[in-house]
Nanobody, 123 residues
Framework: QVELVESGGGLVQAGGSLRLSCAASGRTFSAYTMGWFRQAPGKEREFVSHITWTARATYYADSVKGRFTISKDNAKNTMYLQMNSLTPEDTAVYYC????????????????WGQGTQVTVSS
């Protein structure tokens, strides 16, 4: 059973940057396809980004495309989300999860959710 722990959130001004980390337990991290989601107060959890187990393919929500970059370091058992040009609309709790399969953009397709890390962008 994999366990995921997110970190790297915080308070940043609009236009700033943050790098989120998702550390995974277990010895099969290199085999995991994974994703990032976020959830703002009063809103549903929404897809942010996805990376295949080989890291050869990545996918992004239109709202973050060109600003966020997902990556995966199998040697460190860690996935990252580099977030640049942040806006107040990016304020949310960010979660990482493992993707066993199914529709790529749907939270129900993911499992082993971490506890989340808060990102707050001030205007």
């Amino acid at each position: 059973q994999v366990e995921l722990v997110e970190s790297g959130g915080g308070l940043v001004q609009a236009g700033g940057s943050l790098r989120l980390s998702c550390a995974a337990s277990g010895r099969t991290f290199s085999a995991y396809t994974m994703g990032w989601f976020r959830q703002a107060p009063g809103k549903e959890r929404e897809f942010v980004s996805h990376i295949t187990w080989t890291a050869r393919a990545t996918y992004y929500a239109d709202s973050v495309k060109g600003r966020f970059t997902i990556s995966k370091d199998n040697a460190k058992n860690t996935m990252y989300l580099q977030m640049n040009s942040l806006t107040p609309e990016d304020t949310a709790v960010y979660y990482c999860a493992v993707f066993p399969g199914g529709p790529l953009y749907t939270p129900d397709s993911y499992g082993a959710w971490g506890q989340g890390t808060q990102v707050t962008v001030s205007s």
